[in-house]
């Protein structure tokens, strides 16, 4: 058809809607590539938020091993520290490196805007349609920049549980000093209970990470290179 035959007014519409839909489709897409997905501090903090996770677990369980609660002790192989006084040590580091560094990495996504972005909106509806997916095998994760219902909902867990972690370990470790925390917990042998549990939903969540990790290596490169 001759550009003739088009009345002038229709020609000047797609001429200015051109540039738009260029603006809005093809450039972001173009754009994409090589962009940085995690910053830095995001990654930085991510990876010490691990070490602090490693330590505190594998000399939690020294600790655990000195009073069990059940009727079962962990190997001690896979514990860290050695002995009570030496597991209550690297204890005490971590949970100074998961204190700090949470609270910076909390810090910087809410004021930089990420956290809700990252994780936002999440409703009943999004995480239930994920996880249909997820069971019939077509949930993506091919897009690193965007986390879909499920893993929103599992790193907010994450973020409370940790939190959960820190208070129990609060009310264990000044039981006297923080009383009222001591007792919203349930007493002494409830706050064991309560970071016990707490620490194995971490774990939980941790062994879920790795196995996703394995079936999206990409997801790993872009936590070590940004992109």
Known sequence: MSHSNIPASRLTGEAINLPHL?????IPM????????????????????ALAVVLMVTSGWRIYNA?????????????LGGWLGGAL???????????????????????SGRFA??????TFSIVWGDLRDALHGRLS???????????????LFAIIDL???VLSGLALWKSVQIPFLREALGGYEGARRVHFFAMAALVAFVAGHLVMVALVPRTLLVMIRGR
């Not at 009073?67 to 514990?79: D, K």
């Not at 910076?104 to 996504?109: A, E, F, H, Q, V």
């Not at 994760?141 to 790193?155: F, K, S, V, W």
């Open 22 to 26: 260029m603006t809005t489709s093809t």
């Open 30 to 49: 173009d754009a994409a590539i090589g962009a940085t997905i995690h910053p830095a501090w995001m990654r930085t903090s991510h990876w010490l938020n």
């Open 67 to 79: 009073a069990p609660l059940f009727e079962f002790r962990f190997p001690g192989e896979i514990t």
């Open 89 to 111: 040590q690297w204890h005490f580091a971590g949970m100074w490196l998961l204190a700090l560094n949470g609270l910076l990495y909390l810090s910087l996504n809410v004021s």
């Open 117 to 122: 972005r990252k994780f936002f909106p999440l």
């Open 141 to 155: 994760h091919a897009d690193p920049r965007h986390y879909n219902g499920l893993q929103r909902l599992a790193y």
């Open 163 to 165: 939190v959960l972690l």
